[in-house]
């Protein structure tokens, strides 16, 4: 039983758009809630977190959007580059992570 | 600072014959994590420690052994592999449980 569900598995994008990529979870009990971003044969990395006491962090092209009572967040990429072509993973944690099942992101030039 | 290391990068193995990931971390971090990722189904919990000395099941830990001697340390043994068993398998470390975790590079290992 998938805790986090990710969607979508994958997205195209072109240079310059909003890249958006959506997870949904059941246990409320998760009190934080990061994003990875993983390139090719590469480990995952931490892109941006948040808790659930605020509703978005910025950083920098990267938004989360985070909505408690649908039990649902986001991230948002604006001006999507050829370089932010990864594989992004949504996590929720309390004791232990759970991970989304990830998006695989193209970015065309 | 290396941060976390692991070994083997690949290794093709037959089925039956034991394997050990080795998984070594310099952050001094108190909790480390063993990861499998499939396709379609992202990264999967095997095992975890939370401080040295002591280990934990995930979600999918059948099949797999670990144990932590040491802070710096945390190997995944494979008793007898089965071709399942074929993955690539992550390390982590976070400072505390609930932390955010630090991931290696991965071992690509094929059970044939």
């Not at chain 1, 195209?12 to 971003?37: H, L, R």
């Not at chain 2, 001094?28 to 401080?51: C, E, F, K, P, V």
């Not at chain 2, 830990?61 to 592999?81: E, I, K, Q, W």
Request: hydrophobic residues 35%; charged residues 15%.
């Amino acid at each position: 039983q998938q805790q986090v569900k990710q969607s979508p598995q994958s997205l195209i994008v072109q240079k310059g758009g909003i890249s958006i990529i959506n997870c949904a979870y059941e246990n409320t009990a998760f009190d934080y809630f990061p994003w990875y971003q993983q390139f090719p044969g590469k480990g995952p990395a931490l892109l941006i977190a948040i808790r659930p006491d605020v509703s978005e962090k910025k950083e920098g092209r990267f938004t989360i959007s985070f909505n408690k009572s649908a039990k649902q967040f986001s991230l948002h990429i604006m001006d999507s580059q050829p370089g932010d072509s990864a594989t992004y993973f949504c996590a929720a944690v309390v004791d232990d992570m759970r991970f989304g099942a990830g998006t695989r992101l193209t970015v065309k030039p | 600072i290396a941060g976390i290391t692991q070994a083997p990068t690949s290794q093709i193995l037959a089925a039956g014959r034991r394997m050990t990931l080795r998984c070594t971390q310099d952050m001094r971090h108190n909790a480390m994590y063993w990861y499998r990722q499939d396709l379609g189904l992202g990264l999967r919990l095997i095992h975890y420690s939370n401080t040295a000395g002591t280990t934990g099941k995930g979600e999918v830990p059948d099949g797999y052994s670990v144990s932590r001697a040491n802070t710096d340390d945390f190997p995944l043994t494979l008793a007898s592999a089965v071709p399942s068993q074929t993955s690539v398998y992550f390390c982590a470390s976070s400072s505390g449980q609930g932390e955010t975790q630090y991931f290696g590079p991965g071992t690509r290992l094929l059970v044939l």
